[in-house]
């Protein structure tokens, strides 16, 4: 029966053409991978112009001037290797709670959607307090499901909860109860709850999360039911609204899938070149913030960004994150550290191994994501400079970087330095006006801002004209490419 087998697929690959059967037969096609992105007719249809797209049109927009919502997909790359990269690596064991993470169904050879999961935003503006119930949130496809949100915990929960979801699927063993206490750990920091009110000149974000959309879904709407506008003289909610958004899901094009991962093809001409950038990844002493990966405060800030530089320059870029010392970092061109709010505990290895990073030719950028008044980025990272320039060899010296350097002008002509976050936060008294730099033989390879553009670059301020921050970014790249 076998040799009859065999015999029956060599007369079938003779007889069909070779390439196109043993593609079939042993290479089956690849699963597509689907996206969900706002509806291209929502907002065009919609009679309620405080309905918008962000300004990169991947979350969808409810702009009252006095708060405004925002809310956008999470696919599961993203939340892999973004925002909880180092929990989704032990395939059935990782901890991160919204994914399947690495694992792949040895029956199908694919991972499947664990959950769909959302990113709300909420920012109270001027109301003295607003409030947002996530389990008052219904998700309904063109097929005719009909999804609540997952409470976060059992107790008190009116919907099913992601407590009881693991509970269910908890074994006995000692490393499952880790697993189990990781990613409730994990949900209970990032999931939505309905808890105290956002209060004026406050913002609130987080993670609503369904059942997952099937891949024959084409269209879906969620609703938020009972937004609270406002509180009577007895702390009860007493004014409210509902919000509704449209969303399509369909199939990624190759591009997007390389977008997806922080490649991205640059012009496709003759010129296109390829070069890494670096995430660096640090320690930080333990504080009141709490962010899955210190070092990433800002997940989507560098995706975005290479996304830009791939679609406006020659350039291929591939994100890899690590410490200075790894062979990935130590082949990239440009390296970025971002500040997160809590003190950086770098030790005399992360000074030696920057400043080899520098001699080699490596451009090191460094910026502010946190802002509050309270938070001494600009002498914590000075001092990380100084460090630096007593280590590396040659003649460095620490100075203001002129407005005609090229940074400022290659290929883009900025003319003057881009607004960033600090323009924005009306917390900010003092808005800097300069960048400062680390020159090494009088060459720059370290550049200091404060001035918050990669959270720019993550488009967390919307109804903002980015462009130039964007372009400065592209400058970065190029900069970095030409000097290394």
């Known amino acids: 029966m076998m040799k009859f087998k065999f015999l029956f697929l060599f007369a079938l690959i003779a007889f069909s053409g070779c390439d196109s059967v043993y593609k079939y037969i042993f290479l089956p096609p690849e699963k597509e991978e689907y996206v969900i992105v706002p509806s291209d007719d929502f907002i065009k249809n919609s009679k309620d112009t405080l309905y918008k797209l962000s300004v990169g049109s991947q979350s969808l927009v409810y702009d009252a001037k006095s708060w405004k919502f925002e809310i956008k997909y999470m696919s599961d790359y993203q939340l892999n290797n973004f925002e909880f990269p180092e929990e989704s690596k032990a395939q059935e064991f990782s901890g991160n709670p919204y994914t399947y993470a690495n694992w792949v169904d040895p029956e199908t050879g694919v991972t499947p959607r664990r959950f769909s999961v959302f990113k709300v935003t909420i920012y109270n503006y001027t109301n003295t307090k607003i409030n947002f119930d996530p389990e008052q949130v219904l998700l309904q496809t063109d097929r005719g499901d009909n999804f609540k949100t997952y409470a976060r915990e059992k107790k008190n929960a009116r919907n099913y909860s992601i407590e009881e979801y693991f509970q269910k699927l908890k074994g006995t063993s000692g490393v499952e109860d880790d697993v189990f206490e990781?990613?409730?750990?994990?949900?209970?920091?990032?999931?939505?709850?309905?808890g105290k009110p956002i209060y004026k000149g406050d913002s609130r974000d987080g993670l609503i999360v369904f059942d997952p959309v099937v891949e024959e879904v084409k269209r879906l709407r969620i609703t938020i039911k009972n937004f609270v506008l406002s509180y009577d003289e007895n702390n009860e909610p007493n004014e409210f609204t509902?919000?509704?958004?449209?969303?399509?899901?369909?199939?990624?094009?190759?591009?997007e899938i390389l977008a997806q991962r922080g490649v991205i093809p640059g012009r496709r001409d003759s010129t296109k070149v390829i070069m890494n950038a670096a995430l660096i990844k640090y320690n930080?002493?333990?504080?009141?913030?709490?962010?899955?990966?210190?070092?990433?405060?800002?997940?989507?800030?560098?995706?975005?960004?290479?996304?830009?530089?791939?679609?406006?320059?020659?350039?291929?870029?591939?994100?890899?994150?690590?410490?200075?010392g790894e062979e990935d970092v130590v082949n990239s061109k440009i390296a970025f550290i971002m500040g997160n709010g809590l003190v950086p505990e770098l030790s005399s290895s992360f000074v030696h191994q920057m400043g080899d990073y520098i001699n080699n030719g490596g451009t090191v950028f460094i910026d502010n994501c946190f802002f509050n008044t309270d938070y001494p980025f600009k002498q914590q990272f000075e001092d990380l400079m100084k460090s630096v320039q007593a280590h590396v060899k040659g003649k460095a010296e620490i100075k203001e970087i002129p407005l005609d350097h090229e940074i400022f002008t290659d290929p883009n002509k900025l003319g003057a330095?881009?607004?960033?976050m600090d323009n924005f936060n009306p917390r900010i008294l003092l808005k800097a006006d300069h960048l400062l730099g680390l020159y090494l033989d009088g060459q720059l390879r370290v550049i200091l801002s404060t001035k918050g553009y990669p959270v720019l670059w993550a488009e967390e301020v919307s109804n903002t004209d980015i462009t130039k921050q964007l372009e400065f970014g592209v400058n970065l790249f190029t900069y970095a490419f030409k000097n290394k």
């Open 284 to 324: 930080s002493q333990p504080g009141q913030l709490i962010y899955e990966n210190s070092w990433n405060p800002v997940p989507r800030s560098l995706p975005n960004m290479i996304n830009y530089v791939g679609r406006n320059s020659k350039y291929t870029v591939r994100l890899v994150m690590g410490g200075f």
């Open 417 to 420: 330095l881009p607004q960033g």
């Open 182 to 194: 990781t990613r409730m750990g994990i949900a209970r920091r990032t999931m939505h709850y309905y």
């Open 242 to 255: 509902d919000l509704t958004f449209s969303f399509d899901q369909r199939a990624m094009t190759d591009e």
